[in-house]
Structures are given as C-alpha cells and as structure tokens.
C-alpha cells in the first residue's frame, strides 16, 4: 500500500469551488521536497464523482482538500479538519459544485469496497462564499489560503511521523 495522497478539489471556474486546488498547489510549491517525497502523491479532481475511488483505492491516508458551502460555524475563509463522517450529503439544503459530492462518494466506497479505501481519509475545508460559474475565488477565502496551505503541511507532517 502507498503511503500518502493528497488531492485538491474544485472547479476552477467557480469561484470558491477553487480552493482547494489553489491550496494543494501551493503547498507544492513551498514544500518541494516534500512533494519529491516517494511516499507523498499529488492529484487535482475538479469533478471528484465516484472518480474520487479510485484516485484514493491503496493508499494508507488520503487527505482532501475541498470547498465547504454552509453548515454550522462555516463562513467564508474559515479552515475546517472533517472526518468523512462530518460531511452532510443529500440533506436539504446543502449541495456539491461537483454534483455527486465528496461525501455521497465516500459513503457509496465504505458501503462497496471498504477494504480498498484508505485507513485514514481527512478533508481539509475551507468555507467558501460563492461558487458562481466565471467567478474569481473570493477576497474572503483567498486571504485563507495561507492558512490553509500551513494547516495542510502540519497535517501532513504528523502522518508522516506516523
């Protein structure tokens, strides 16, 4: 089993949707050598879907990161550490800019194929503001990431100290 993956998702053109490829992205550009790393691995899902199974299927630890819209205590800019089991999925208000969603996804693999999925799965999220299509990724959450990029960093150092 490979060791670490770390995946940032979002859409691009969408605003918000973007952050979490913006942070992972830039945390590879401040933590070269960690991304050298034989046991770190890299992805962008912009629509994660089902796909999200297979991106993380033998790998010990997968680390999201995402775009988190409502939810009590999520405003914009604000840095959440979610298990699996935080996310709300196909609950009245509360919707993906991916359609089927992380959490529909991730729920869907621990009913279907649980001994391929990683031991542990954190998501990093970050609040986000709008996810309009053509949008720029807002002032609130762009002053967020940062933060973040340092949140994912310190996440990944405590798994690789084991």
Known sequence: MKRLIIIGIGQELRGDDAVGIAVVREWAVEYPKKLASPQIEVDFLPLPGLALLDHISGFETAILVDAVLGGPG?????????SPEDLVSFTRGTG?????????????????????????IIILGIGGK???LGAKISPEVAEAIPEAVQMLDHVVEEILRG
């Not at 999520?74 to 979610?82: A, C, E, F, I, K």
């Not at 993906?96 to 542990?120: F, M, N």
């Open 74 to 82: 999520v405003r914009p800019g604000s840095l959440l550490n979610l």
């Open 130 to 132: 709008q996810v309009d």
């Open 96 to 120: 993906s800019a991916h359609g089927w969603g992380v959490a529909e996804s991730l729920r869907l693999g621990r009913t279907l194929k649980q001994e391929d999925l990683p031991e542990k």
